[in-house]
């Protein structure tokens, strides 16, 4: 069988043309079909830059910790191996177990430290993600699009692309002052 031989991707593509044909077959005249490039948008919206700080600021200072202990844990290592020939065995004993418990408490931190951040790294694609479906179906409904698709597009016009319309709309947005931070500042 043909399908066998291909991978997912490829079957979504295809299946997604048929359905685009089907559908413009259906209602090929008058129909208005856009496409919008998802990925791009969530790459270039302003929003994302703020996220992306917004991510730096939260993590940082832990990263920054992170940092200075894996430091010290190479610290102790090359100090070993400058003082190992002077100090005795059970000396040597104790300054490995330290070194190995530096070693695995830092990869706890390490790994703790990106499950938090993945974490928080999806929430915040999460909330972009809204942000776009929501200007791709204001745009939609302002511009009376009977079909907007988004994945797994083989061709799609400039006419048809409505990705600018919608990063402009959210940077119209991102210009706005946030709702949030106004209700929390005194006036």
Same mark, same amino acid.
């Given at each position: 069988?043909?399908i ?7 079957? !979504? ?18 129909? +208005?079909?856009? #496409?919008? @490039?998802i990925n791009?948008?969530?790459?270039k919206?302003p929003?994302?830059d703020?996220?992306? %700080?917004r991510?730096?600021? =939260? #993590?940082?200072? %832990? /990263? =920054? ?5 894996? !430091? ?10 400058? *003082? ?12 490995? %177990?330290?070194?190995?418990s530096?070693?695995?408490?830092? /990869? ?6 990106? *499950? ?6 999806? *929430?915040?694609?999460? /909330? ?12 939609? $409904?302002?511009?009376? #699009?009977?079909?907007?698709?988004n994945?797994?597009?083989? #061709? ?7 990705? %600018?319309?919608v990063l @402009?709309?959210? +940077? ?6 946030? !709702?949030?931070? =106004?209700? $929390?500042?005194? /006036?």
């Amino acid at each position: 069988m043909l399908i066998q031989g291909m991978d997912m991707k490829k079957i !979504k593509a295809i299946i997604s043309s048929i359905l685009l044909l089907a559908i413009s077959g259906v209602h090929a005249e008058g129909s +208005k079909i856009g #496409f919008v @490039n998802i990925n791009l948008l969530l790459q270039k919206v302003p929003q994302a830059d703020v996220a992306t %700080r917004r991510l730096e600021q =939260a #993590f940082g200072e %832990r /990263k =920054a910790e992170i940092l200075s202990f894996q !430091k010290s844990c190479k610290e102790m290592e090359v100090e070993l191996e400058r *003082e190992g020939v002077a100090l005795s065995q059970q000396q040597k004993q104790k300054k490995i %177990r330290k070194i190995r418990s530096c070693g695995s408490e830092l /990869k706890l931190m390490d790994e703790e430290y990106g *499950e938090d951040l993945r974490i928080a790294q999806a *929430e915040e694609l999460q /909330k972009l993600q809204r942000l776009v479906y929501d200007a791709v179906n204001q745009i939609a $409904e302002q511009e009376q #699009f009977d079909l907007i698709v988004n994945e797994a597009v083989i #061709f799609a016009s400039p006419g048809v692309d409505i990705s %600018r319309k919608v990063l @402009n709309a959210l +940077k119209v947005v991102s210009e706005q002052p946030d !709702k949030e931070t =106004a209700a $929390e500042s005194p /006036k």
